[in-house]
């Protein structure tokens, strides 16, 4: 019996309209267009406005986008996975309400949260259940509402994060494409400088927990960075050589998008030019477990069927990896 692999055979995505620049933040805290370029690369990202919404409002939209573009009857997807640190609620899951929404009826359901890496957990969970032989149809959802746990008082986070949401389908294939490899990693040393301290079992909401702002991200940004370029660029180059990779064999970097500076360093050390990175932080900001997919989302109708793509990621916890993707089908047609 041949091996089966798991391909990513189409994509969706979703951002909101409303857009907060640069100069709309400056107007809340002490800060600067040129300071927020300089030091990260943002110009702009994407806000979800509207009572009631949350990270399903982006996800079935994204999803609904996915069926449309692969011709797929919502009733043969099996399984919805969705990677979100923002879910509209501790219960029921996110999953839960973008499938009923999408009209996935035949599917089970589940979260999975992986802070920024959690594109990269779940495409790699997805691709098992295909691998397993037992499902066929499997839709990856990954993004986040992360304005909803952004503090608009602390300028050293707010100027950072967007909302946004992508989607995938995988199939099974017996073609060398696919999920080829992933290295996925945790480590908790990151547990105090990446967190939102409240909210959770471990500190459930108060009104004290409100007055110290305890239920947005707090992080130390210069602790998380050092860890995010050397974590980020070690699992990028691991995977490479791993599966034999040089940097012609490479088509696309595709990074987390949360520092234009860390992904100018994992280009550096793949030495791979600024072209073949995948990077529209300058839009989006970061949108956490949104960032991969929506860039390939952009991407799709650049990618050629055998594209190698190296996708990395870094985030809470901590937890981080790379993924070695063989791009099933030419994007252009898509
Ligand atoms: N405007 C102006 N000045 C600012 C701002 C701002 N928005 N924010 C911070 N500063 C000041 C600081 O107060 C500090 O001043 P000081 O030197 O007088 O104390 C100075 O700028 C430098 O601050 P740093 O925190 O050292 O700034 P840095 O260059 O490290 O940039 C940043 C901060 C952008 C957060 C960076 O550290 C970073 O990108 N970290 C990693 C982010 C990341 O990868 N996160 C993981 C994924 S996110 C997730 O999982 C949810």
Redesign the pocket.
Known sequence: MREINAVITGIGGYVPEDILTNED?SKM????DE??MT??GIKERRILRGEGRGTSYMGIRAVKQLLEKTNVSPEEIEVVLTAT?TPDHHFPTTSSIIAYQTGCKNAMTFDMQG???GFLYALETGANYIRSGRYKKVIVVAGDK?TAITDYTD???????GDGCGAVLLEPTEENVGVMDAILRTNGTGYSH?IMKSGGSAYPPTHETVDKHEHF?F?D??Y??KY?VSYMSDVAEEIAKRNGLTRDDIAWIVP?Q??L??IDAIAKRLEVSEDKVMINIQKYG?T?AGTIPLCLWEWENKLKKGDNLILAA???GFTWGALYLKWGYDGAKA
């Open positions: 933040i805290v002490d800060t600067t300071w927020i030091r990260v640190t802070a920024c890496a992360m300028r050293s986070t707010c100027p950072l994060f990446l991200v992080q940004g210069r998380v960075f995010a987390h949360a520092n500076r860390i970061n956490s870094f985030g809470a």
